[in-house]
């Protein structure tokens, strides 16, 4: 990825340099589920408000199977962890890749009527960038309002005549935490404090969000989902990622996170537009949209915690950067010893360096407790997906890292049910025919140089 290793590295320089202060930790999460007090049933929001209890048992009672995750006791659960609400009535479609997924937001933008909003950590100026840029100021000079909320650090070395040129058409754009200190309104410079959402709003009807930036790493999808199945050279290698579109009641959820995400860096209202239209069913899809922000109550954290500690059948996670802290490990070791089939997607290959060799330090302890390991072929992984017992998953912007939960704004989103699960469990069968198992054996076979790489990265695990 272009400037990729200034993005990672920037933080880190600026960490040693001594500007940032002691480090945070997360919270303690190990024995949540029994410190809770969750409510006989959770809180379903429809389009017409809060669902009846009845109703809830109703919705949630057909959407999983048994054996699985209680979902209904799970999604109290959850929403006691993290004060998030459930939302009925969605359309969720599973998007794979940034060829299908870029058409779809194209596809949305040309089709938009009032406003679009984009918030994104990468907005780079090439063939695809500026395909975006020029749809999005198509939109503005017919008139709609068009808002972009982009990363400091996530478009470093892009010109800033990329977004002069939009910001001349009248598009609102907002620099997400300069990492120019002169910049910065007031003495809150919180440079380690990045924005790593990937989400676009369209007329407050339907969002997306998951894994894609907006960058030409995406014109190319992973070989076993596009049409040519034979790889030329090292350039035709495409991204292997995930994204999810909602439509429905759900999306002003997203809405609302991102004139918040505003008002964090602005002082100036959003201009106006019709950004919360009355919502409608869409689906039959129940969801719920969780963000996290530094400094935050950790929603994503917990909500991944829950689920992981509460499986009874399997726990298949994808994960482009994979450096969990010690709670994390922990449980996914407890899960696997009483008996759930614990599988993690990694990359076979990465744009970044320090971060691979941090993921692999952990390897042995994870194969030898009985954890599955896979190495995704002939793509670069830069998914953040997981599904549960086949009924609870998440398609989002986080990774399983300490920098992701702690020092990143990230978003998720939690879909409940076996219709969506089975969607999400065939899509990582596939990446699994696709993938090499990293045996124990094979593993503690590894050259020398490779664990000395592993250990040094893993000093750093903190920052990655």
Not at 256 to 275: C, G, M
Request: a neutral charge; aromatic letters at 8%; glycine letters at 8%.
């Amino acid at each position: 990825m272009k400037s990729s290793s200034m993005r990672i590295w920037l933080p880190m320089f600026l960490m040693c340099w001594g500007l940032l202060g002691a480090c945070a930790s997360l919270p303690d999460v190990a024995t949540m589920g029994d410190k809770l007090e969750p409510a006989a049933t959770p809180s379903v929001k429809g389009k017409n408000g809060e669902v009846s209890p009845a109703r809830t048992k109703a919705l949630l009672a057909k959407r999983w199977p048994k054996g699985s995750l209680d979902m209904q006791a799970q999604a109290a659960l959850e929403e006691a962890a993290t004060g998030v609400p459930l939302i009925d009535g969605n359309k969720c479609t599973l998007l794979f890749d940034g060829p299908q997924t870029m058409g779809e937001m194209l596809k949305a933008i040309n089709g938009a009527r009032n406003n679009i909003n984009l918030e994104t950590y990468i907005f780079d100026q090439d063939e695809l960038g500026l395909q975006f840029a020029d749809a999005l100021i198509a939109k503005r000079l017919a008139g709609l309002t068009v808002n972009i909320l982009y990363d400091s650090v996530g478009t470093l070395g892009v010109p800033a005549e990329f977004f002069d040129r939009m910001r001349k058409a009248g598009i609102n754009l907002l620099e997400y935490n300069p990492v120019n200190p002169a910049k910065v309104k007031g003495d809150d410079w919180k440079v380690n404090n990045r924005d790593h959402r990937k989400v676009l709003i369209v007329d407050g009807k339907t969002a997306f969000t998951g894994g894609i930036n907006i960058s030409a790493d995406y014109s190319k999808g992973s070989l076993f989902r596009s049409s040519s199945k034979q790889a030329k050279s090292k350039d035709d290698v495409g991204w292997r990622d995930t994204h999810i579109k909602v439509e429905g009641p759900a999306v002003q959820a997203f809405q609302w996170l991102f004139v918040r995400q505003w008002a964090t860096q602005d002082r100036s209202d959003l201009p106006e537009a019709d950004y919360f239209p009355q919502p409608v069913i869409a689906g039959d899809k129940v969801v719920r949209v969780l963000a996290s922000d530094p400094g935050g109550h950790f929603e994503i954290f917990k909500a991944y915690s829950l689920a992981i500690q509460e499986a009874k059948k399997s726990i298949h996670l994808t994960s482009a950067y994979f450096v969990p802290d010690r709670q994390t490990i922990d449980a996914l070791i407890a899960a696997a010893k009483r008996g759930v089939d614990v599988r993690i997607m990694l990359p076979g290959v990465s744009d970044s360096g320090l971060v691979f060799h941090a993921s692999h330090a952990l390897y042995d302890e994870l194969l030898s407790n009985g954890i599955k390991i896979y190495h995704l072929k002939l793509a670069v992984l830069h998914a953040k997906t997981a599904v549960i017992d086949g009924t609870w998953s998440t398609v989002g912007s986080t990774n399983i890292d300490t920098r992701s939960f702690l020092h990143n704004s990230e978003l998720n989103v939690v879909v409940l049910g076996a219709a969506f699960g089975t969607e999400m469990e065939r899509a990582f069968q596939e990446d699994v025919r696709d993938s090499k198992q990293i045996t124990l054996e094979d593993w503690r076979n590894r050259p020398l140089t490779d664990r000395m790489k592993e250990w040094a990265a893993r000093i750093m695990n903190y920052w990655l």
